[in-house]
């Protein structure tokens, strides 16, 4: 099983539309989470974090469920902008510094 | 500096040959990461750096693969005797401290004909 399991995808949706990703962690001990965006061609750069309590930033809300080992980005209202791939990252347990990458899920935000 | 920088932004090079690719990271940031991303896959680890601790090798693929920091800054990853395989790109990241979020460079885009 990957560390880091996320749909490929592509989820296209019309502009407006709310999606929802998931993304499967199988380290029980994992202490941080994130989402990251990457453009094509471009270098991965952080959307926001995810916290137990769960977190919103304007249209993203991110979710986390420990007992079954996922987390969620939800955007709503989206926008031609919003098209990118949504890496899930995940790190070690407490003092592990290495982020682990999911393969992301692609989005096309479509006119 | 404002940002990871990384040179060159693009290399084409022969297959057998040595390539040389620099990272400059953010001032300040103690730690300084190696990650590689082939086309339509996830990025893989490589290597780590932490203040004056010893790296963390343990992503490096092959003994062709090698990477130092000097003076707890400037970074170069050397591949040896490149192969068609070693085509990816390849991007560096740096953060505050061992627990900071993760701030990437542009990458360097190594092709191996």
């Known amino acids: 099983r990957k560390e880091v399991e996320q749909d490929p995808g592509p989820f296209n949706v019309p502009e407006g539309a709310t999606v929802a990703f998931n993304c499967t962690y199988s380290n029980s001990a994992s202490q941080s989470f994130f989402w990251y965006r990457q453009d094509c061609r471009k270098e991965p750069k952080l959307l926001m974090s995810?916290?137990?309590s769960g977190n919103e930033d304007g249209r993203f809300t991110a979710q986390l469920n420990r007992a079954s080992q996922y987390i969620s980005l939800l955007i709503r209202d989206s926008k031609l902008s919003d098209s990118a791939t949504y890496l899930c990252v995940v790190t070690g347990p407490s003092g592990t510094y290495k982020y682990i990458f999911g393969t992301g899920t692609r989005l096309k935000v479509l006119a | 500096g404002a940002g990871v920088s990384q040179s060159p932004s693009n290399k084409v090079t022969e297959k057998g040959k040595d390539v040389e690719l620099r990272c400059d990271p953010i001032?300040?940031?103690?730690?300084l990461y190696w990650y590689r991303q082939s086309l339509g896959q996830g990025l893989e680890f490589l290597i780590y750096f932490q203040g004056n601790s010893a790296p963390d090798k343990s992503g490096l693929p092959s003994d062709r693969f090698s990477a130092e920091r000097t003076g707890g800054s400037v970074s170069t990853l050397t591949i040896q005797r490149t192969q068609q395989e070693d085509s990816a790109v390849y991007l560096c990241?740096?953060?505050?401290?061992?627990?900071?979020?993760?701030?990437f460079g542009s990458g360097t885009r190594l092709t191996v004909v």
């Open positions: 001032s300040g940031h103690t730690a």
């Open positions: 990241a740096s953060s505050p401290g061992d627990r900071g979020r993760y701030t």
């Open positions: 995810v916290y137990s």
